[in-house]
């Protein structure tokens, strides 16, 4: 049984482009998870998903994020018009109903 | 607000020494305390900690939890130099819906030398 799985496990923008994360999560699990690591800091919760739907958002930057999790296919993270400040780790993490979260291996954004 | 404190922020000791790691938090409608390691990549699971007083062993690691004081210590005995890593704490709360977040700590990094 696969982990959770990310991609690209690097990314490299310039300032104003878009940055698209994505994550599968694992086998069985419907629940997905979006958490932020800034250098020298803790893991923040970003968003909560369940398949096409946002159950709870309260960790997102209020302009240029979003997230989705469709009927098919991969959750994406998607940044638009990235700043430098928004350079980071970013881990997803999934789990069955209610129970622990496991961690994908991260995508670590660069923003030049 | 909800908060988890670690400490210490890093520690070095040598092989075969052993470490507790602290966790303190303020966090209102307590669910679970967990526990992950990270190394270079993903945060691995470690321990889910839900009632106080009960020891959680995995090997050379062990955690327990006190709910009155509000804290979990992580203990690592006869350390190998492949337990360095950023040990973190996370707690996970009731929001009264149907989310389940972790509230993470800045972690503790384990340097472990020959």
Known sequence: NAGVMQNPRHLVRRR????RLRC????????????RQLPEEGL??????????????????????????????????RIQ????????A?????SPVGKTQYFGPGTRLLVL | ??????????????????VTLNCSYEVTNFRS??????????????????????????????SILDKKELFSILNITATQTGDSAV???AVEADYGGATNKLIFGTGTLLAVQP
């Open chain 1, 90 to 94: 970013y881990f997803c993490a999934s």
């Open chain 1, 44 to 77: 923040k919760f970003m968003v909560y998903l369940q398949k096409e739907n946002i159950i709870d958002e309260s960790g997102m930057p209020k302009e240029r994020f979003s997230a989705e999790f469709p009927k098919e296919g991969p959750s994406i993270l």
């Open chain 2, 1 to 18: 607000e909800d908060k988890v404190v670690q400490s210490p922020l890093s520690l070095v000791v040598h092989e075969g020494d052993t």
């Open chain 1, 16 to 19: 104003g482009q878009e940055a």
């Open chain 2, 87 to 89: 040990y973190l704490c």
């Open chain 2, 33 to 62: 305390l967990l526990w992950y390691k990270q190394e270079k990549k993903a945060p691995t699971f470690l321990f889910m900690l839900t009632s106080s007083g009960i020891e959680k062993k995995s090997g050379r690691l062990s």
């Open chain 1, 81 to 88: 018009q990235v700043v430098r400040g928004d350079s980071a």
């Open chain 1, 24 to 35: 599968s999560p694992m086998k069985g699990h419907s629940h997905v998870y979006w958490y």
